[in-house]
């Protein structure tokens, strides 16, 4: 059986973002000019009016402050509320493939890893932008990676199964080294017209390269252990599919766009959370003060702040549980990997750390590294 290492990382971060400010205005906008269309069904108790949207609650309700998109400007049309990303010719990069390239690009860089020497890639990622042929195989073609490649979906823990998958062939031997790429284009599939989330998201791609730990010289995180697990809920859920014309279902319809039930979500997930993160470390013989850093899935400030403190037994500083969401938002599958990429660099060798992803399915899956 042989080990295996992340050696690299990789962050592409768009160049539009949007802030609280920004999104508000936009929102509010839309809420006035539509209650005023509406304004005799509202007056005769028809209909009800669209209340506004306001910073201080979703800096407070969340910690987000800003989120990066692909494009700001469809988004912030309060006649649109929603992005602008126009069709690609099939003999085009696709979005996705091109934002996996820069962030796989960097992971190589760091590593100092030829593409060509890649024996997979899995891209996985909460949406597709196709159903095929899978983006990943469109990234091993424009990279000039090596093997083999496919998508993989597990919403917001799409990553930590990405990279369990992927070390479970390097200790198995069936490959060497794989990139697991996490395109999040999550403006798309978020409803910017609901109130109750339209914050929530932000776009990105995050990359990692994972070795056969075997002679690397440079620096490295060693995977000690991964684990995984899944409990079905609707509480978040988007009903768009394939089946949909079937359906006579093409219209503009809330449910083909992002739904949750927040407050039942931040409930039931929290335990479930912490007594996954607490059974992986018990296996392993780890307690809190055994755990350098905490690298967690970036939903809700109030959410991390609970688990940080369940997993460390005390409060954790912002060193021994960092937050990228004030200035990324929730960027689905990425969350928990920008998290590592910016924030790991200082640990010392013999460190030890945990990246813990959460979200829709529900689905949990956490990666105990240390660092070489
Ligand atoms: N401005 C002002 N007031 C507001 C706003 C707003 N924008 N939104 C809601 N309110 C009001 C509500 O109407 C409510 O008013 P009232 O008390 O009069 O009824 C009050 O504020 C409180 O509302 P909530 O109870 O909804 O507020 P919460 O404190 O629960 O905060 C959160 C809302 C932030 C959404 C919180 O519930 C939360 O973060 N929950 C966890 C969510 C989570 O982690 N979800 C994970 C989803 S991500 C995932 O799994 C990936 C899916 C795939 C990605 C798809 C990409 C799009």
Redesign the pocket.
């Given at each position: 059986m042989h080990s295996a290492a992340i050696t690299g990382t990789g962050v592409f971060t768009p160049d539009q973002s949007i802030s609280n400010a920004e999104l508000v205005t936009a929102f509010n906008a839309y809420a006035d000019r539509q209650n005023a269309a509406n304004a005799a069904a509202i007056a005769a108790g028809e209909a009800a009016p669209i209340?506004?949207?306001?910073s201080d609650?979703?800096e407070e309700?969340?910690g987000i402050r800003s989120r990066y998109v692909m494009d700001k400007s469809g988004v912030l049309d309060p006649d649109r509320l929603f992005p602008r990303l126009p069709p690609r010719a099939d003999d085009a990069p696709s979005l996705m493939a091109e934002m996996a390239l820069d962030a796989s690009r960097q992971a190589l860089d760091t590593a100092g890893v030829d593409a060509g020497d890649v024996d997979a890639v899995i891209c996985a990622a909460?949406?597709h932008e196709r159903a095929y042929p899978a983006i990943a195989v469109e990234i091993q073609n424009l990279l000039g990676a090596g093997g083999f490649a496919f998508d993989m979906n597990v919403?917001?823990s799409s990553a930590t199964f990405g990279i369990l998958t992927a070390t479970d062939m390097i200790r198995a031997g069936t490959i060497r080294r794989a990139l697991v790429v996490n395109p999040?284009i999550?403006?798309a599939?978020?409803e910017w017209r609901d109130?109750?989330?339209?914050?929530?998201?932000g776009d990105v791609c995050t990359a990692v390269l994972i070795e056969r730990d075997e002679g690397l010289q440079a620096p490295h995180f060693k995977i000690k252990s991964t684990r995984a697990a899944t409990q079905f809920s609707n509480n978040?859920r988007?009903n768009d599919g394939f089946l949909r014309r079937t359906r006579d279902q093409m219209e503009d319809r809330r449910d083909m766009?992002?739904m949750?039930e927040?407050?039942k979500?931040?409930k039931e997930?929290l335990p479930l959370v912490s007594r996954h993160i607490a059974d992986h470390m018990a296996q392993e013989g780890l307690t809190g003060d055994d755990l350098r850093r905490l690298w967690l899935h970036q939903?809700?400030r109030?959410?991390n702040d609970y688990i940080g403190k369940k997993v460390l037994g005390r409060t954790p500083t912002p060193q021994e549980q960092p937050n990228i969401l004030q200035d990324y938002a929730?960027t689905?599958s990425a969350g928990s990997i920008i998290a590592f990429a910016q924030h790991s660099g200082d640990l010392a060798p013999g460190e030890t750390g945990l990246i813990c992803s959460f979200?829709?399915g529900y689905s949990v899956g956490s990666v105990l590294v240390q660092r070489a």
């Open positions: 209340p506004h949207s306001s609650f979703i309700a969340s909460s949406n919403a917001c999040e999550c403006s599939h978020l109130r109750d989330c339209h914050f929530i998201f978040i988007n766009q992002f949750q927040g407050r979500v931040f997930v939903a809700n109030g959410m929730n689905s979200g829709a």
